[in-house]
């Protein structure tokens, strides 16, 4: 062991990042995903159809609503929903072997999601909630990047504040009024969140041949 470079084995943990349509989740994932080596984006389980482009594994595991239903039915999700008459999933067994060997993975989900994950792994599960400077900020983010029309944007609106007023629900609440200092917070959280002595299952052999 050298001195400066020591790196116990930690437990994975699972990081939740939720925000209303427009607030920057999107961004913020990726800017997280490129930075750090040691977290993955969750790959959902679906029965839609594959699109062009789409690679099974990366995108989605693509599945038959027959494995679908099996899958349901042996308890394999840690969530699952349907949405537009399709069925999506967050299996278990891929994640549960990641976090035991000390990788992280990165939820883009809602906060009915997040309720599930709490349910089924409290430990594991760290959430981040971001929010818009303000609701004239949002509405102009929504309206600069689509060409939706008044009546969509308002529908988004209105969606937007039911998703924000789950924000008391999150561990950590952060403003997006920057990108690039929400995404240094964001990060931030992440590191220390991995330092959490519970998290950290290399410190017990590690403390007991430092005393001796
Ligand atoms: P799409 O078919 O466009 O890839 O996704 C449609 C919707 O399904 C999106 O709103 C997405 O957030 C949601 N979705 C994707 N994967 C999951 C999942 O594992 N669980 C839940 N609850 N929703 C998901």
Redesign the pocket.
């Known amino acids: 062991m050298t001195g400066l470079h020591t790196t116990l084995a930690r437990r994975g943990l699972m990081f939740i990042l939720s925000s209303p349509s427009g607030a920057g989740k999107t961004t913020i994932s990726r800017m997280l995903l490129g930075a750090d080596d040691e977290i993955n984006l969750s790959v ?1 389980a ?1 029965t ?1 159809p594959r699109r062009e482009g789409e690679i099974d594994g990366i995108d ?1 595991h693509f599945v038959t609503p027959d494995k679908f239903a099996a899958m349901v039915e042996a308890d394999d999700f840690y ?3 349907e ?2 008459g ?1 069925r ?3 299996p278990k067994g891929y994640i549960r072997k990641g976090l035991k060997e000390g990788r992280d993975f990165l939820f ?3 906060w ?2 997040t309720q599930q994950l709490k349910q089924k792994d409290d430990q594991d599960v760290v959430t981040v909630f971001i929010l818009p400077p303000s609701l004239d900020e949002l509405r102009r983010r929504l309206e600069s990047r689509a060409t939706d029309s008044e009546d969509v944007i308002d529908r988004r609106m209105d969606r937007a504040r039911a998703e924000i007023s789950h924000w008391a629900e999150y561990d950590y609440v952060v403003i997006n009024d920057d990108v690039d200092a929400c995404f240094v917070k964001v990060r931030e959280i992440l590191h220390a969140e991995r330092m959490k002595r519970q998290r950290q299952t290399g410190l017990i052999p590690f403390v007991r041949e430092l005393m001796g």
């Open positions: 959902s679906t839609r989605y969530e699952w929903a949405v537009f399709n999506y999933g967050t883009d989900i809602d009915q999601g």
